[in-house]
């Protein structure tokens, strides 16, 4: 290939003065040929500049919208800060403040409300599922230690779509966490952030490790150090011979606030809580109402169900408990009491320590109430009839300082001041 044959194939003229502009003017608006051996490349050169143009405008438009300090191709540090957590935890509780009745904040009036699992029933359509959120007002004489509880008139009824095997929307707990309302799905392992009467799915826990294919059976939920700590029943699943099947149901999920999981086996820890029962296998515990409690630095359980035989659907139906344990943070050291009387088709399903904290005309107060008052629900589920009943107690003894009383004829899971 010659040097020749790279140059411009068109010519110019010059007549006269003024030319010299019109030809350039001429030329650039002219297709210009390259000769390459035998090819030729038509370059359309006011097409080029536009698209030069453009493409200049572009970069200056995209730069002049990116936030101060970050750089176009900087995503490292852009994806950096999206896996970032919350900067600081919100822990806003209740979400309602107390309500002071008197001046000297004896007697507080606590915004509540319970959330159902209504098993199969809570298929409404094809694509729908349902559940009721029930809410009222507890109110809380602290001197003379007396309880009493109004329910309003009507029930949210929360409507979601999400499913497993046909079946969603049974609702296990509520709990406050990072200045949300969060209830969690038992049968597809969704935690829903309520907000009026919506659920927004927010996280998916898987079963066992987090390996598996199913969604994780919650039961309760806590939150200790800004973590929140979601179990399922403790018992590891068996079938009717008693033989175990798998332990998945004895892994927790701890989630941080920005939605990240970590999965936690908590087998030996269900074994030691049976051994202070004096239960041993095939025995079990079924746990469905836990709490972590900051001021006494202990877990509190309080089993729905209990036996010394291997389990039964029929009888368990019959194995309620009125049993407190209380666990220091490793499991090291346990507790038992009992709380009321036992009545057998009754278990727990969730309980909450009623908060130390009043608002007296715009100024909080922080009561001295050392996490000793807890509320709690129990549920009975005799024959294919379900019926909810609440109940306030003393931490220390046990002791009721309300009677269980009927909600109604709903299995409620979860109770939390709201």
């Not at 030729?40 to 300090?69: A, D, E, H, S």
């Not at 659907?313 to 009387?341: C, M």
């Not at 379900?386 to 709903?410: C, M, P, R, S, W």
Request: proline content about 4%.
């Amino acid at each position: 290939m010659s040097s020749r044959s790279l140059l411009p194939e068109y010519t110019s003229s010059v007549s006269g003065p003024g030319s010299a502009s019109r030809d350039w003017l001429q030329a650039i608006r002219t297709r210009t040929n390259f000769r390459i051996g035998n090819s030729t490349v038509r370059c359309q050169t006011n097409f080029t500049l536009t698209i030069m143009t453009l493409g200049t405008l572009t970069l200056l438009l995209l730069y002049t919208l990116l936030p101060k300090g970050m750089s176009l191709f900087d995503d490292h540090t852009h994806y950096q800060n999206l896996l970032k957590e919350p900067a600081a935890y919100n822990a806003t509780y209740p979400l309602t403040k107390p309500i002071a009745l008197d001046r000297f904040a004896k007697i507080l009036k606590y915004r509540i409300a319970v959330v159902a699992d209504m098993d199969k029933e809570s298929k409404l359509l094809n694509d729908t599922w349902v559940s009721k959120l029930k809410t009222g007002w507890l109110k809380f004489d602290r001197t003379f230690n007396t309880v009493e509880v109004e329910w309003d008139s009507t029930e949210l009824l929360l409507k979601g779509s999400l499913s497993q095997a046909g079946r969603g929307m049974e609702l296990s707990e509520l709990v406050v966490f990072n200045g949300r309302l969060l209830t969690f799905d038992d049968r597809t392992g969704v935690i829903y952030e309520i907000e009026g009467d919506k659920v927004i799915p927010w996280v998916l826990l898987n079963d066992g490790d987090g390996h598996a294919t199913k969604g994780f059976k919650s039961e309760w939920a806590t939150v200790k150090d800004s973590l929140l700590y979601v179990g399922g029943l403790g018992k590891e699943w068996t079938n009717s011979k008693g033989e175990v099947i798998s332990y998945d149901p004895q892994w927790i999920k701890v989630v941080t606030p920005g939605g990240r999981v970590v999965h936690r086996d908590w087998r030996d820890n269900y074994i030691r809580l049976c051994s202070a029962a004096n239960i041993e296998p095939p025995g079990y515990m079924i746990h469905e109402a836990v709490n972590w409690s900051p001021i006494h630095q202990q877990w509190f359980f309080l089993p729905r169900r209990a036996s010394h035989e291997a389990y039964d659907d029929l009888k368990d139906e019959e194995r309620g408990t009125n049993l407190l344990l209380r666990a220091s943070q490793d499991f090291q050291k346990i507790s038992l009491q009992n709380v009321g009387p036992k009545i057998d088709s009754h278990g727990f399903s969730s309980f909450k320590f009623i908060p130390g904290e009043c608002f007296i005309e715009k100024k909080a107060f922080r009561l001295n109430t050392q996490e000793s008052v807890a509320v709690a629900i129990k549920s009975e589920e005799v024959k294919g009839k379900a019926a909810t009943y609440i109940t306030v107690f003393k931490v220390k003894d046990g002791q009721i300082l309300h009677h269980e009383t009927k909600i109604g004829n709903v299995k409620y899971e979860g109770i939390e001041f709201i």
